[in-house]
């Protein structure tokens, strides 16, 4: 059920940087163009630029977008970055075990941000204001809300995602489980390679 929630989000995270990629498109040849083409126009009425208006403001509410909305995604992927070192070297329950711990630890952490973030977007949020914003980017006046309201729900998500592998953790700690289910498995050096490998001759 969590799944679903998790690749919408990510998906969107993904379009959010694509849509970065024509901003910039779009920005830098918009300007070339109307000093090439347009440069009497713009020259007349007192224009001097033809990039887009507040492309930095729109950077800056991608920004969440792009960096926080997949990170439970990324969670159940195991695809952040960790120190295998020593855990990559423990097996059985003592795996589980070390495993249970991180992630409650995490969970703490995420909790706490859930918490502040929401905070934070409860004090840009007023739909007693033009367009429910107290406060605004400086060169397009973008209501700010929206891209702090990104944060505490791709936390929310995350969390639900750390109790989930919480619980699966302690199940196979209990049952010491070899694969236990919902969790990622850490992959040694070779077996990573062996993936890589795999997939590439797939692509090929």
Do not use: N
Request: proline share 5%; glycine share 6%; with cysteine.
């Amino acid at each position: 059920m969590l799944l679903p929630v998790e690749k919408f989000t990510a998906l969107i995270s993904g379009l959010a940087a694509f849509s970065l990629m024509f901003l910039a498109a779009y920005s830098v040849a918009g300007r070339q163009l109307d000093r090439t083409f347009l440069a009497p126009f713009l020259d007349a009425i007192g224009v001097m630029d033809g990039a887009l208006l507040g492309y930095v403001d729109y950077i800056e509410a991608l920004m969440p977008i792009i960096a926080i909305l997949g990170v439970s995604y990324v969670q159940r992927e195991g695809g952040h970055i960790r120190m295998d070192i020593l855990v990559g070297q423990l097996r059985g329950r003592t795996l589980w075990f070390f495993e249970l711990i991180s992630v409650l630890l995490i969970l703490v952490l995420i909790t706490a941000l859930v918490w502040g973030s929401w905070a934070h977007f409860d004090r840009s949020f007023d739909c007693a204001r033009p367009w429910c914003s107290r406060d605004s980017s400086i060169d397009v006046s973008l209501p700010l809300w929206p891209s702090k309201l990104v944060v505490p729900i791709a936390f929310a998500v995350l969390a639900a995602r750390l109790v989930l592998q919480a619980v699966a953790y302690g199940r196979a700690l209990v049952l010491d489980l070899e694969s236990p289910p919902a969790v990622p498995l850490i992959q040694s050096v070779a077996e990573q390679a062996k993936a890589e490998a795999e997939q590439l001759d797939g692509e090929t």
